[in-house]
């Protein structure tokens, strides 16, 4: 009777068998699954909200720039240049932040940047953020976005002492031409996931991150 039970113990101590294994292989890879996922995912809400704050951040750096007296160059003894942003299609990895020496109201490309005549700094946009679109809304009317294929770029300019912000667009047509001072500019960042997130800026000054 001894025997038996020592037995029958033995049996009811064994390991797991096969199937049991199979199964908590199984149940610790969707584990796995569900915190790499989850974690993807939230790393991209991350990375989209970050470049979208830092974009804010740039912008209103140049509205103080603009709207205070930096100077215009180290050693210059000029305070009165505009400060902005400029943002293109063509370079979705970068904006610029730059000073309007020339005081045509806009971002000369033609500089090198950096270290060109009104190019202050090239931005990066990290974690492959992108910028996938720039819109506008006229004074009195609707947001057109997704815009025309044939704009190409933003001008976002602050010049004291005009409180208000110059927002111009380029249209990239035979012969290029600069689009008149719109309400509101728009920028659209696409994350690598392909979620969106837009910053925003009014011709009052008021920047938002949505």
Do not use: H
Not at 30 to 45: A, C, G, K, Q
């Amino acid at each position: 009777m001894n025997l038996k039970f020592k037995i029958s113990n033995l049996k009811s101590n064994a390991g797991f068998t096969l199937v049991e294994m199979m199964i908590t292989v199984s149940i610790v890879v969707i584990i796995m699954l569900v915190v790499m996922f989850n974690y993807r995912t939230f790393s991209d809400n991350l990375a989209l909200s970050s470049a979208g704050q830092e974009i804010a951040i740039e912008l209103r750096q140049a509205q103080i720039y603009g709207l205070s007296v930096k100077e215009g160059a180290v050693g210059g003894n000029i305070f009165s240049y505009g400060y902005g942003i400029y943002v293109e299609k063509s370079d979705p990895l970068n904006y610029i932040l730059f000073v309007d020496k020339n005081n045509d109201n806009k971002y000369d490309t033609s500089s090198v940047c950096p270290g060109g005549t009104e190019c202050v700094e090239k931005v990066p946009i990290r974690n492959g953020v992108k910028i996938s679109d720039i819109c506008w809304a006229p004074f009195g009317g609707g947001f057109v976005c997704p815009s025309a294929a044939n704009v190409q770029s933003m001008d976002v300019l602050f010049l004291r002492p005009n409180p208000d912000v110059g927002i111009r667009f380029l249209v990239n047509v035979p012969p290029v031409t600069l689009l008149g001072t719109y309400q509101t500019g728009r920028i659209v960042l696409t994350s690598p996931l392909g979620k969106t997130m837009t910053v925003s800026i009014q011709n009052t000054g008021q920047i938002s991150v949505q």
